[in-house]
Nanobody
Framework: QVQLVESGGGSVQAGGSLRLSCAAS????????MGWLRQAPGKERETVAA???????GYAYSVKGRFTISKDNAANTLFLQMNGLKPEDTAMYYC??????????????WGQGTQVTVSS
């Protein structure tokens, strides 16, 4: 079955960097749209970044220029490089997949999440 396991979260000071990883199993990551989403307490879930089967990526305005989504197809792993972190980036970050080649709005499978905390 589809499994997504995130890692790499932690606590950093503002301006710092983190790299999140998502190990996928049960399907071939390269064939589908993958995304990173986040949810902070009391806020709605937000799609931070997504990448489709062709490697075309998109970002939320709030993270554009600071975050980079990438994937290692051979390792079936998705990454999110986060630079210039801000306190407002504090949230639980989730890896997710849409079983479509291009990216829409609905992600059908999720990981358990990894916490990112940015202090000022």
């Amino acid at each position: 079955q589809v499994q997504l396991v995130e890692s790499g979260g932690g606590s950093v000071q503002a301006g710092g960097s983190l790299r999140l990883s998502c190990a996928a199993s049960g399907y071939t990551l390269s064939k589908y749209c993958m995304g990173w989403l986040r949810q902070a307490p009391g806020k709605e879930r937000e799609t931070v970044a997504a990448i489709d089967s062709h490697g075309i990526s998109g970002y939320a305005y709030s993270v554009k220029g600071r975050f980079t989504i990438s994937k290692d197809n051979a390792a079936n792993t998705l990454f999110l490089q986060m630079n210039g972190l801000k306190p407002e980036d504090t949230a639980m970050y989730y890896c997710a997949v849409q079983m479509t080649t291009s990216c829409g709005s609905h992600f059908g499978y999720w990981g358990q999440g990894t916490q990112v905390t940015v202090s000022s």
